[in-house]
């Protein structure tokens, strides 16, 4: 007999028939055996007893209690490892070439432990988004939040969106290139994780509006779908020209461009400032080199 807990464990007992050894009626020998439902008492054990089984599935942990048997899934870090894995094998593989035995191999786990975890390859491809994504907006939305006025939170969002994507070169191809190739990601979107990211966005705007910082008459929508289409757009254009500059340099002169546009009369960040030289040539010459620095 088990009894699920509230915190999820299983309460399982076990005890003794209530049978002694010897003859039964028919002659034949009759030894104890054990039985599901008996009272805990008849079950000669004194100490506590300790089994631990290890499978591809977390650790299983069996530990004798007052009561009985108390079984406790210890999570372990298969799931994460694996997703970490198959970032880098599809950043340097591609998508459809990466095999899931690749990844198997790279998190150090057998090929079918991948599947006790994902259906299969674009499931574990749009796992990686939405795991990322939940990390994103959450450390994201905490750190923009110390922040007063709203360019300053645009700011700390431009940056941090730019810096994460040039700090894991990897994740950056995942989420810019391969994830495109997946045609359950463009049909459905994952709009969960990412339409949180655009409320966020959202948020920023209406507060700067609030204190001054950004215009009224605009609406909302656009301005957020300007904000994330650009830096979307930004980050690809780096991965496709092999990461061949300094991303985070950008920030600046995007924050610019975001609050005062492109019109005449408003004092910009001149492009041969900070972001000038090799960036902005490749920048604008529009051509991605393709090429990959290791």
């Known amino acids: 007999m088990y ?69 406790r899934l210890k999570k372990g870090d298969k799931r994460l490892r694996i997703l970490d894995s198959a970032v880098k094998v599809f950043a340097h593989e591609g998508f459809f070439k990466a095999k899931v035995s690749q990844i ?47 360019r300053s939170r645009l700011e700390c969002l431009v940056r941090m969106h730019l810096t994460g994507f040039q700090r894991q070169p990897d994740m950056a191809a995942c989420f810019q290139v391969e994830l495109r190739q997946s045609s359950r990601f463009m049909r459905e979107n994952v709009k969960g994780e990412l339409q949180q990211y655009l409320d966020l966005i959202r948020e920023i705007v209406e507060h700067g509006r609030r204190d001054g910082s950004f215009r009224n008459e605009l609406p909302v929508r656009l301005v957020t779908h300007l904000i994330f289409g650009t830096l979307d757009e930004v980050v690809s254009t780096w991965v496709m020209s092999g990461m061949a500059y300094n991303l985070i340099s950008l920030t600046g002169s ?5 609050t005062n546009g492109i019109g005449q009369g408003v004092s910009a960040l001149a492009l041969d400032g900070p972001v000038g030289g090799r960036t902005e040539q490749i920048i604008m010459s529009g051509l991605p080199t393709l090429r990959r620095h290791e």
């Open 3 to 71: 009894s699920i807990m509230n915190d999820g464990s299983f309460i399982i007992e076990l005890g003794w028939r209530h049978s002694r050894f010897g003859s039964t009626p028919n002659g034949r020998f009759q030894s104890p055996s054990l039985d599901c439902g008996s009272s805990f008492s008849h079950l000669p054990v004194k100490d506590p007893l300790r089994l631990a089984f290890k499978i591809d599935r977390p650790v299983v942990t069996f530990e004798t209690i007052s009561k009985g048997f108390t079984m």
């Open 254 to 258: 995007l924050v610019d461009l975001f």
């Open 104 to 150: 198997a191999s790279e998190a150090g786990v057998a090929p079918g432990t991948v599947y006790l975890y994902f259906k299969n390859k674009e499931d574990l491809l749009i796992s990686i988004f939405e795991v990322r994504m939940q990390d994103i907006n959450s450390k994201f939305r905490a750190a923009i939040l110390e922040k007063q006025d709203g």
